[in-house]
């Protein structure tokens, strides 16, 4: 039986949903740090809401992908960090870095995001065989996919976004949500965490059964050797 697992980072850490392919009743794990997330954990195919292959000198072409997929939802896919950010350990110093490799600024939000992608990021480069079963998701490319390849039509913060979203995943995955809110504070897991997470463990299903979409080049790696893909 193989192990299907969707992630999406939080502010406590990875808030991770795993699912057995003839299983129902969907397990749920708050880690702390990715490490936690994959040590002793049995082999499953994973995916997770955080950039994984980053390029060297400018924008990845998965991530122009994606904005095009989605359309009026595509400003949700920020620009992935360059790999060189990644030694950053200020916001100036990430701005400088950024600014040398492809000439622009690193942005406040992908700045925050920075330490999980470098702990992701050394995890996977550490570990072929867990490289080669992880990858990259973005809910929303997740949710519309999900959607018969139609976008959300609201974002995702506002109550008609939640809505639209939760009825895929109800519709899926029954009882799940609320079974997830009641086990973790919101300072640790937000709503729209919870539902990304399930948004990735659907794709994780899609990857399982081939029916799962890559934008980006399957060619296209990175200095490490990771994929620039984005799954839905």
């Known amino acids: 039986m193989t192990l299907l697992r969707g992630v999406d980072g939080c502010r406590a850490g990875w808030l991770c949903v795993e699912l057995g392919q003839q299983e129902r009743l969907v397990r749920v794990r708050l880690c702390r740090s990715a490490v936690e997330l ?24 998965c991530d122009r992908a994606a904005r095009r997929f989605l359309r009026q939802r595509g400003s949700s896919v920020f ?14 110093q990430a701005c400088e870095l950024s600014l040398a490799a492809q000439g622009r600024k690193l942005s406040k939000q992908s700045f925050f995001l920075l330490p999980k992608i470098r702990e992701l990021d050394g995890v996977l ?13 973005h809910p929303e490319v997740c949710f519309a996919r999900w ?10 913060k506002t109550a008609a976004g939640r809505a639209e979203r939760l009825a895929l995943v109800e519709g899926c995955f029954p009882g799940t949500v609320s079974r997830v809110r009641s086990r973790f504070l919101k300072r640790e897991v937000a709503d729209d965490d919870i539902l990304d997470a399930l948004a990735t463990l659907h794709t994780a299903s899609r990857l399982a059964d081939g029916s799962a979409v890559a934008f980006g080049d399957a060619d296209v790696r990175d200095s490490a050797g990771l994929p620039m893909r984005i799954w839905g």
């Open 147 to 156: 959607n018969g390849d139609t976008p959300m039509l609201h974002a995702k």
């Open 79 to 92: 620009p992935a960090p360059v790999r060189a950010v990644l030694a950053a350990t200020t916001y100036v």
């Open 38 to 61: 994959f040590k002793g954990a049995e082999p499953a195919i994973t995916a997770i809401d955080m950039p994984i292959g980053l390029g060297d000198n400018g924008p990845r072409p």
């Open 125 to 137: 480069r550490a570990n072929a065989q867990l490289a080669a079963a992880t990858v990259e998701a």
